[in-house]
């Protein structure tokens, strides 16, 4: 019997149309488009309509990857969302709204949330059911409404985040490559670098809560930049090595999409040639679990990923945690 492979074989992305230029911030708080660049890359960012949700927005790219995919709704076996946005803070998971959105009755769905890792985390859990052979067609979705939980008032963070969903259909083929290897980290010890403090079991709403403004994303950001440049290099290495391949192996690097002294750091200590790092933050900031799969929708639609091309994913964020996987893409 011939062994079974994951593939992509299908992929969509979803950016919601307001953009909001470093100008317009600089209005809101006490910040500069010159500032915004030099630190982070960034340029300006998508902010969801008022009726959008992490669900509408996943239901838009997946019904591109659907497409492309060739995949009826009817066909999915299974929802994967990657979220920290969820339309619902505690229930029920926004995948089973996608799965009912998209008229995918056959499937299961869940959410999954390793905030910017997150959609490393779907890719690697969903290529599982497609390699032990449960499932056909798995949906691995990245979506975020960040900019709903930043506090507007906070310099700090509210120039960092964007709003965006990607997505990815996965299926079984007998063609070798698709995912190669796979490192899933997580240090809990940073768990308050970057994280939201009310809202949960351990500090409940109340009307002190969102008097105290609990309910915003609150970030130690040198902590997160040292964590992530450390980190972004060690798990491609280690991904690299998992799959017997080197760094001179490599035809394109997707790392997430969070700040371009981050990537740039990492592109140094790899040793890498800027040109097969891929970014876009200049026109999204970081999207969280979305930016590494609309990041892989544009690499494919600039021509930069070709049959037997070599792909590094890296995600790194709150947890703190990280994912890297190494994909072989078949074509
Ligand atoms: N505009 C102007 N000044 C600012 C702003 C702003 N938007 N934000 C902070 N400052 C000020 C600070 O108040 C500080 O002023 P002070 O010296 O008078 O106290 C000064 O700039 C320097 O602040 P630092 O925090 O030391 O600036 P740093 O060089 O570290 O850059 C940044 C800040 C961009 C946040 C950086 O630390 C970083 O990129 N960290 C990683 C953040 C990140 O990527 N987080 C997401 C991870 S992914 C996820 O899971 C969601």
Same mark, same amino acid.
């Given at each position: 019997m011939s062994q079974t492979f994951v593939r992509i074989g299908g992929w969509g992305k979803y950016l919601p149309d307001r953009v909001m230029p470093n100008s317009e911030l600089a209005e809101l708080v006490d910040t500069s488009d010159e500032w915004i660049r030099a630190r982070t890359g960034i340029g300006?960012? /998508?902010?969801?309509?008022?009726e959008e949700t992490t669900c509408t927005l996943a239901v838009h790219a997946a019904r591109s990857a659907l497409q492309q995919a060739g995949v009826e709704p009817e066909e999915l076996d299974l929802v994967i969302v990657a979220t920290c946005t969820p339309d619902y803070s505690n229930m029920p998971a926004t995948a089973s709204l996608v799965q009912h959105a998209l008229g995918a009755p056959r499937a299961g769905a869940f959410d999954l949330n390793a905030v910017c890792s997150g959609f490393l985390y779907g890719l690697a859990t969903g290529s599982q059911f497609i390699l032990n052979g449960a499932y056909r067609s798995?949906?691995?979705? @990245?979506?975020?409404?960040?900019? /709903?939980?930043?506090?507007? #008032?906070?310099?700090s963070t509210c120039v960092l985040f964007g709003d965006g969903? @990607?997505?990815?259909?996965? #299926?079984?083929?007998?063609?070798?490559? @698709?995912?190669?290897?796979?490192? !899933?980290?997580?240090? @809990?010890a940073g768990a308050c670098s970057l994280f939201v403090p009310a809202g949960g079991s351990r500090q409940p709403a109340s009307a002190e809560t969102v008097a105290e403004r609990a309910h915003y994303v609150k970030m130690q950001g040198r902590d997160v930049f040292r964590f992530a440049t450390r980190v972004l290099p060690e798990s491609v290495k280690q991904a690299l090595e998992a799959a017997k391949l080197s760094t001179?192996?490599?035809?394109?690097?997707?790392?997430?999409?969070? $700040?371009?002294?981050?990537?740039?750091?990492?592109? /140094?200590?790899?040793? !890498?040639?800027?040109?097969?790092?891929?970014? $876009?933050?200049?026109?999204?900031? $970081?999207?969280?679990?979305?930016?590494?799969?609309?990041?892989?929708?544009?690499?494919?639609?600039?021509?930069?990923?070709?049959?037997?091309s070599t792909i590094v994913m890296s995600g790194f964020g709150a947890g703190l945690s990280w994912g890297t996987a190494v994909w072989k893409w078949q074509g």
């Amino acid at each position: 019997m011939s062994q079974t492979f994951v593939r992509i074989g299908g992929w969509g992305k979803y950016l919601p149309d307001r953009v909001m230029p470093n100008s317009e911030l600089a209005e809101l708080v006490d910040t500069s488009d010159e500032w915004i660049r030099a630190r982070t890359g960034i340029g300006e960012r /998508r902010i969801a309509a008022p009726e959008e949700t992490t669900c509408t927005l996943a239901v838009h790219a997946a019904r591109s990857a659907l497409q492309q995919a060739g995949v009826e709704p009817e066909e999915l076996d299974l929802v994967i969302v990657a979220t920290c946005t969820p339309d619902y803070s505690n229930m029920p998971a926004t995948a089973s709204l996608v799965q009912h959105a998209l008229g995918a009755p056959r499937a299961g769905a869940f959410d999954l949330n390793a905030v910017c890792s997150g959609f490393l985390y779907g890719l690697a859990t969903g290529s599982q059911f497609i390699l032990n052979g449960a499932y056909r067609s798995v949906l691995v979705i @990245g979506a975020e409404v960040f900019t /709903r939980i930043l506090d507007w #008032q906070d310099r700090s963070t509210c120039v960092l985040f964007g709003d965006g969903a @990607g997505a990815v259909v996965l #299926q079984p083929t007998d063609q070798p490559g @698709g995912l190669l290897s796979f490192v !899933l980290g997580s240090d @809990g010890a940073g768990a308050c670098s970057l994280f939201v403090p009310a809202g949960g079991s351990r500090q409940p709403a109340s009307a002190e809560t969102v008097a105290e403004r609990a309910h915003y994303v609150k970030m130690q950001g040198r902590d997160v930049f040292r964590f992530a440049t450390r980190v972004l290099p060690e798990s491609v290495k280690q991904a690299l090595e998992a799959a017997k391949l080197s760094t001179e192996d490599m035809d394109l690097l997707i790392p997430h999409q969070a $700040n371009t002294r981050i990537i740039d750091a990492a592109v /140094r200590r790899l040793k !890498l040639s800027e040109s097969i790092v891929f970014s $876009n933050v200049e026109r999204y900031g $970081n999207t969280s679990a979305a930016s590494i799969p609309v990041a892989l929708c544009e690499a494919i639609e600039a021509g930069l990923v070709q049959a037997g091309s070599t792909i590094v994913m890296s995600g790194f964020g709150a947890g703190l945690s990280w994912g890297t996987a190494v994909w072989k893409w078949q074509g």
